[in-house]
């Protein structure tokens, strides 16, 4: 029951959105300098004050960053004085901002400030990710997100649900639409590449770049107050679906189709999507668990195939889909983030602007 | 729209030691999840979510190991979340649990929290260098050992405080089952002459580095109503946060400590958290931060706390236990330590907390905090559901 199907529920709204530009390599910037410009514009936007938040909750993670309690430096960043009601999930800012919904309909504050952010440029992030899977019989064997996308890839293939010249399509798609997005990393033309790890060539797979957002939620007439069309949350859920990858069919993403479902996503069109899909060919498997036709716009912003700063870009496909409906270019937009190899993890929600 | 209160139906833990071989990070966490669920009398398909928390994902060397820990919690087609908080992340990880009922997303929420610190080593997770930030190359003792400090000098407290509190919380472990150390042949003799680590900390002050997990079933009225044991129910739970070092910062008193506090009787309607409240599950990792949390807290006057450690309030038969469990000084699988105070804290009013049972425990409060004590979370539950 995670729809608006408790009596009373409180409307909660995205008031809020900004990003960084995603670059490759930020050296020159700490995890507090890079995120804070972002918190500067999300607060001015809406004309708040970080004293005026009820609820701030962040996204991280520890191994990004090479160091634990990795997430304490960067709270420093919002001027955390005095003492504010605060929490971290070490997860991409998707679920943060799940968190801080919560809080919002337990009715304990009306805002909430949302950030993550990630920097993969210090290490080999194809290497660091291995070290999310389970440590005893997968782990030392270090398969990266690569090669097990590529293993998602070619199930879809095998099982005639595309071609390559089908998901170099998605990936030129992407990168033509990100050029009008200034904070994108890969814009306009990019060459398909050669095989990283057959049948996923370099076109397929997302840039590796450093970045960060912030959102800023508020429920009913403050959110009116502080946003001229704001972004209403009209469902969100996430699930997730089992580790291992041998008892799981890669071409079909049951998680995210539940987590639609809960969040209302069938109950009428989208026009809308942004889908966290750093793989060509994970946009094939969302498209067809979402039930999104060619009717919907799908990732106008190029998606993570143009940006994908780890642990942002979720909390960005939210961000994104809810600035279309502030600048009203969309009235209904699925916004969806994943976690864990090959979707194992899958959140969506569903945002809409006032009728017009 | 009100809350839905929330209720605590279900309390499993581990026997805490300092190295669980026998079994996998998933198969520590599935048996704290399976007591859990059998005090309850709930199967897995009766749960709808689950949270989990665990400090740094270093100290286990596996990232985002919710991932991969899934299966072993009967979370998949379920929602799961992984919350971080540092050492107060246990706390905090059963609040967002109990945001979920309160809001009424979902009924009933399975809860979690982990460390196996034996599969690494958690001196080193914590001493990674940072660029442009002070090392702390001695540990968390050397760091707060100089706010002990800070504390004596200001209170006038005597330097048998610190073994007072060790003495007590050790003996109370005894009757403590699940506990890490069972030092049977404890004495004060001993605390006092065993070897001073960061002056004024001993090593019998210090906590021990443990493998353990603890859960939590908690759940609405309705689920409440269909428990086969008394619920614990939640009166008030809040965070607070504040950066770790600044200008003008009371380390001895942080005041994210004393909001969150503040916070958390507000909530429950407390006005005098001395005479209202029975018993206290603090997060004491070294002894002399009893009577610095007791003033923090608002048990004590400023400089008070001591004396009520050394009149023997604090005992277990005293008139304001603190840390019936044994506490953090006895067991300290730091991830899982907030969330065995806050489920510490529910056993005793649920009268369940067997030989460390406090007689007519109604109200009791569940405390942790983490980073610098920069992070606090803190609930207090009671025997009667709350009156809104």
Redesign the interface.
């Known amino acids: 029951m995670t729809r608006e199907e408790a009596p009373g529920a409180r409307d909660i709204a995205v008031v809020a959105f900004a990003q960084t530009d995603h670059r490759r390599t930020t050296d020159e910037v700490s995890e507090v300098e890079m995120l804070m410009p972002v918190l500067h514009q999300v607060l001015e936007r809406t004309g708040l004050k970080a004293a005026d938040i009820g609820f701030t909750c962040s996204g991280s993670s520890d191994y990004l960053a090479g160091r634990a309690f990795s997430f304490t430096l960067a709270l420093d960043g919002v001027g955390a004085w005095p003492p504010i009601s605060e929490s971290h999930v070490e997860m991409d800012g998707a679920w943060a901002l799940y968190e801080a919904w919560v809080k919002l309909r337990t009715g304990d504050a009306d805002t909430a400030l949302v950030y993550s952010y990630g920097k993969s440029s210090p290490g080999s992030v194809r290497d660091v990710l291995t070290r999310q899977l389970d440590p005893y019989y997968l782990a030392p064997l270090w398969p990266d997100p690569v090669a097990l996308a590529a293993l998602q890839a070619q199930a879809l293939i095998d099982a005639g649900a595309t071609d390559e010249p089908a998901l170099a399509a998605v990936g030129a798609r992407s990168r033509a639409d990100a050029t009008a997005n200034s904070h994108a990393q890969l814009r306009g033309s990019v060459s398909q590449g050669d095989y990283l790890v057959r049948p996923l060539r370099t076109g397929d797979c997302p840039p590796i770049g450093d970045g960060a957002a912030a959102v800023v939620l508020a429920v009913g007439e403050r959110a009116r107050e502080l946003c001229e069309r704001p972004a209403w949350i009209r469902g969100i859920d996430h699930r997730i679906e089992a580790h291992g990858l041998g008892v799981r069919d890669l071409t079909d993403s049951p998680s995210a189709r539940l987590a639609a479902e809960r969040a209302g996503a069938y109950e009428r069109p989208v026009d809308t999507a942004e889908l966290h899909a750093p793989f060509s060919s994970q946009e094939v498997v969302l498209r067809r668990a979402l039930g999104l036709d060619e009717t919907v716009r799908v990732n106008p912003s190029g998606g993570a195939l143009a940006a994908n700063p780890i642990m942002a870009a979720g909390l960005i496909r939210i961000g994104e889909a809810a600035a279309r409906i502030h600048r009203g270019e969309s009235d209904r937009a699925l916004a969806h983030a994943t976690s864990g190899p090959c979707l194992q993890q899958n959140l969506v929600a569903v945002l809409e602007g006032d009728p017009r | 729209?009100?809350?839905e209160p929330v209720a605590v139906v279900g309390v499993g833990q581990t026997k805490h030691v300092a190295a669980r071989r026998d079994v996998?990070?998933a198969g520590l966490v599935r048996e704290a999840a399976r007591r859990a669920l059998h005090d309850a009398e709930l199967g897995w398909a009766d749960i709808e979510a689950v949270v989990i928390g665990k400090?740094?994902?270093?100290?286990?060397?596996?990232?985002?190991?919710?991932?991969?820990?899934?299966?072993a919690l009967g979370?998949?087609?379920?929602?799961?979340?992984?919350?971080?908080?540092?050492g107060s992340v246990g706390g905090?990880t059963a609040?967002?649990a109990a945001?979920?009922v309160?809001?009424?997303?979902?009924?009933t929420v399975l809860t979690l929290a982990f460390e196996k610190q034996s599969?690494s080593n958690a001196m080193w997770?914590?001493s990674?260098?940072?660029?442009?930030?002070q090392p702390l190359l001695a540990g968390a003792g050397g760091f707060f050992a100089p706010h002990v400090r800070a504390y004596m000098r200001r209170s006038g407290a005597p330097e048998t405080v610190g073994s007072l509190v060790a003495y007590k919380n050790r003996r109370n472990a005894l009757k403590n089952p699940y506990a890490h150390l069972h030092e049977h042949d404890i004495t004060l003799e001993k605390v006092q002459a065993s070897p001073m680590l960061w002056d004024p900390i001993r090593y019998s002050e210090t906590c021990p580095s443990s493998d353990g997990a603890v859960a939590m079933v908690l759940t609405d009225r309705a689920g409440a109503a269909r428990a086969p044991r008394p619920a614990a129910w939640m009166h008030g739970g809040?965070?607070?946060?504040?950066?770790?070092l600044?200008a003008g910062k009371d380390s001895v008193s942080?005041?994210?400590g004393r909001?969150?506090a503040a916070?958390v009787y507000r909530q429950a309607g407390i006005a005098d958290p001395r005479r209202e409240i029975d018993a206290v599950e603090m997060y004491v990792p070294f002894s002399w931060y009893e009577p610095m949390w007791l003033e923090n807290l608002g048990f004590a006057a400023e400089g008070e706390g001591w004396k009520l450690t050394e009149s023997g309030v604090t005992e277990l038969d005293g008139d304001l236990p603190v840390d019936m469990s044994g506490g953090v000084l006895s067991t300290n699988p730091i991830g899982a330590s907030g969330m065995i105070r806050f489920a510490e804290a529910a056993l005793q009013v649920r009268g369940l907390a067997g030989e460390h049972q406090v007689e007519g425990a109604r109200r009791v409060l569940g405390h942790a905090y983490g980073?610098g004590s920069?992070?606090f979370s803190m609930w207090l539950v009671g025997a009667e559901p709350p009156a809104s």
């Open positions: 729209m009100s809350k996998s990070i400090a740094p994902d270093f100290f286990e060397g596996v990232m985002m190991p919710e991932l991969y820990l899934a299966d979370a998949v087609g379920k929602p799961m979340m992984r919350v971080h908080t540092a905090s609040l967002v945001s979920l309160a809001a009424r997303v979902h009924g599969e997770g914590l990674l260098p940072i660029p442009f930030q809040a965070m607070r946060s504040e950066p770790t600044f942080p005041r994210a909001d969150c916070d980073g920069q992070f």
